[in-house]
């Protein structure tokens, strides 16, 4: 029997959910909800979906089994655990919450839940961000490294819904809403570091209130240090990612990966070298990737659909999904506090700050 599907948000990304789902088999996408009657009759005549509702309490009383949630970010801790609580399974859009308190509460929802739940992160299935994942065992202990993207957003952006760009709604910027992504690709390929230091500002978007470019280090317990560098001020330039370890340095230009292997360990030639001004040789090789494999966000609602079925654990989890918040944070809690935060992030005072820039005793912008 077809998994009885219901979307909720239709007027965005629920859009590509139902296109991921339509004709899928084992799904039926059984019923959606949306609180605007004229958008959501248009969604549900589109998609052929027979149960329509604008009240998401009676939504989850139906018959659905599986809830997409595609709301704007302020609901999204509110619905998941609403949803886990009615027994529902639950795939929630990024980012999982607004703050890493609403994240702790979804994934202990999650833990006593009959369904089971996960966030959507399309990005790890990115066939660069594979095959560095592959060649990460080969790097040794971390050193350094370094992240830069950027995210192009106009002010006209910002425009298409009084949430966005807004400390309530959106619960900040380029790092909650585009660059969480990213966060996310550092979690999976480095996991969490020690602590962070950050600055973030709003140096082109006056119409907003939150942070438009962030630039951080994260630092492990061994003390090597990562530079990271976003913006959604900024265009033309290729994502990049370096990370060097003791044994190989890997860098990702665009689409394109490659290792650099030493052909004796840093720390062992910086110990051991008589050497003045010597280093160690390093063979480069360019990385094969299967761009075949599937990566997209649809290919990523799917496989949690496909996870149901088989009875297999999501791709990734509330508990997962929550890391990047940690990052994301930290930053913003960094750059208003002048100082380090280490991970896992004082929840108190995130939430304190939070709050007072909801209520507009703190800003970026003087």
Same mark, same amino acid.
């Given at each position: 029997m077809?998994?009885k599907?219901?979307?909720v948000g239709?007027?965005?990304?629920?859009?590509?959910h139902?296109?991921?789902?339509q004709?899928?088999? %084992?799904?039926e996408?059984?019923?959606a909800c949306?609180?605007?009657?004229?958008?959501?009759e248009?969604?549900?005549?589109q998609?052929?979906?027979l149960?329509?509702?604008?009240?998401y309490?009676?939504?989850?009383?139906?018959e659905v089994e599986?809830?997409?949630?595609c709301?704007?970010h302020f609901?999204?801790?509110?619905?998941?655990?609403?949803?886990?609580?009615a %027994?529902?399974?639950v795939?929630c859009?990024k980012?999982?919450a607004?703050?890493?308190?609403?994240?702790?509460?979804?994934?202990?929802?999650?833990q006593?839940?009959?369904?089971?739940?996960?966030?959507?992160?399309?990005?790890r $299935?990115?066939p660069?961000v594979?095959a560095?994942?592959k $060649?990460m065992?080969?790097i040794?202990?971390?050193?350094?490294g370094?992240?830069?993207?950027?995210?192009?957003? *106009?002010? *006209?952006?910002?425009?298409?819904g009084k949430?966005r760009g807004t400390?309530?709604?959106?619960? %900040?910027?380029?790092l909650?809403?585009?660059?969480?992504?990213?966060?996310?690709?550092?979690v999976?390929?480095?996991?969490?570091?020690?602590?962070?230091?950050?600055r973030?500002?709003?140096?082109?978007?006056?119409?907003?209130?939150?942070?438009?470019?962030?630039?951080?280090?994260?630092?492990?317990?061994n003390?090597?240090q990562?530079v990271?560098?976003?913006?959604?001020?900024?265009?033309g330039l290729? *994502?990049?990612?370096e990370?060097t370890?003791?044994?190989?340095?890997?860098?990702?230009e665009?689409?394109?990966?490659?290792i650099?292997?030493?052909?004796?360990?840093?720390?062992?030639?910086?110990?051991e070298?008589q050497?003045v001004?010597g280093?160690?040789?390093?063979?480069w090789?360019?990385?094969?990737?299967?761009?075949?494999m599937?990566h997209?966000?649809?290919?990523?609602v799917?496989?949690?659909?496909?996870?149901?079925?088989?009875g297999?654990?999501?791709p990734?989890?509330?508990?997962?999904?929550?890391?990047?918040?940690?990052?994301?944070?930290s930053?913003i809690?960094s750059?208003?506090?002048?100082?380090?935060?280490s991970?896992p992030?004082?929840?108190?005072?995130?939430?304190?700050?939070?709050a007072? $820039?909801?209520?507009?005793?703190?800003?970026?912008?003087?």
């Open positions: 077809a998994l599907w219901g979307i239709v007027s965005g990304i629920g859009v590509s139902a296109k991921a789902l004709g899928f088999e %084992g799904v996408l059984y019923a949306d609180i605007v009657p004229e958008i959501l248009k969604f549900c005549e998609f052929n979906i149960h329509k509702f604008t009240d309490e009676e939504f989850l009383r139906s599986v809830v997409s949630i709301t704007p609901l999204h801790a509110e619905q998941a655990i609403a949803s886990l609580e %027994g529902k399974n795939l859009e980012p999982l607004i703050s890493v308190s609403e994240a702790d509460a979804m994934v202990e929802a999650a006593k839940a009959k369904g089971k739940a996960g966030v959507v992160f399309q990005f $299935l990115y660069p594979q560095i994942k $060649l065992p080969e040794g202990e971390l050193l350094r370094f992240y830069q993207c950027h995210h192009f957003r *106009t002010n *006209t952006y910002y425009r298409q949430w400390w309530w709604g959106e619960g %900040g910027g380029v909650i809403n585009q660059a969480i992504h990213d966060l996310d690709i550092l999976f390929l480095l996991g969490l570091p020690k602590q962070v230091i950050a973030v500002n709003n140096l082109g978007h006056e119409g907003i209130e939150v942070e438009d470019i962030a630039t951080a280090v994260f630092e492990w317990d003390g090597a990562f990271v560098h976003i913006s959604s001020v900024v265009s290729p *994502t990049r990612f990370v370890g003791d044994n190989a340095t890997i860098v990702m665009g689409e394109n990966v490659k650099g292997r030493y052909d004796i360990s840093l720390r062992q030639f910086l110990s070298s050497e001004w280093s160690p040789k390093v063979s090789e360019d990385v094969s990737i299967d761009k075949s599937p997209s966000h649809e290919d990523s799917r496989l949690f659909a496909k996870s149901l079925m088989e297999e654990s999501p990734v989890s509330f508990a997962e999904g929550a890391k990047s918040l940690e990052l994301m944070n930053m809690l750059h208003f506090c002048g100082s380090p935060v991970i992030v004082d929840r108190k005072a995130y939430n304190d700050l939070l007072e $820039l909801k209520e507009g005793k703190r800003r970026l912008r003087k």
